[in-house]
Nanobody, 114 residues
Framework: VQLVVSGGGLVQPGGSLGLSCVGS????????MRWYRQAPGKALEWVAR????????HYAESVRGRFTTSRDNAKNTVYLQMNSLKPEDTADYFC????????WGQGTQVTVSS
């Protein structure tokens, strides 16, 4: 099982950024996929969850209404679209799946700064 995350970078406050997480070694359509983040000096924070059918998304209160998670099961890929970004969204972002244990992507850095 492997998760490869891409799409991080530097963006100004109010801007948008999209992340991708490509899975291999398993089929994402059978599993819930989650996004987490960790800001410098802070604990890991759950951000969003995409249900296996791709039609149900759940979000942390801190990102609700600004972030959207989606998936393309044919591409074995889950996405996190982040809009109206704030400096407090600055963090390393990870995707995660629980199969027989937790599996994590390598993380991608998102910096929101002017």
């Amino acid at each position: 099982v492997q998760l490869v995350v891409s799409g991080g970078g530097l963006v100004q406050p109010g801007g948008s950024l999209g992340l991708s997480c490509v899975g291999s070694g398993f089929t994402i359509s059978a599993y819930a996929m989650r996004w987490y983040r960790q800001a410098p000096g802070k604990a890991l924070e759950w951000v969003a969850r995409s249900g296996p059918d791709g039609n149900s998304g759940h979000y942390a209160e801190s990102v609700r209404g600004r972030f959207t998670t989606s998936r393309d099961n044919a591409k074995n890929t889950v996405y996190l679209q982040m809009n109206s970004l704030k400096p407090e969204d600055t963090a390393d972002y990870f995707c995660n799946v629980w199969i027989d244990r937790d599996y994590w992507g390598q993380g991608t850095q998102v910096t929101v700064s002017s």
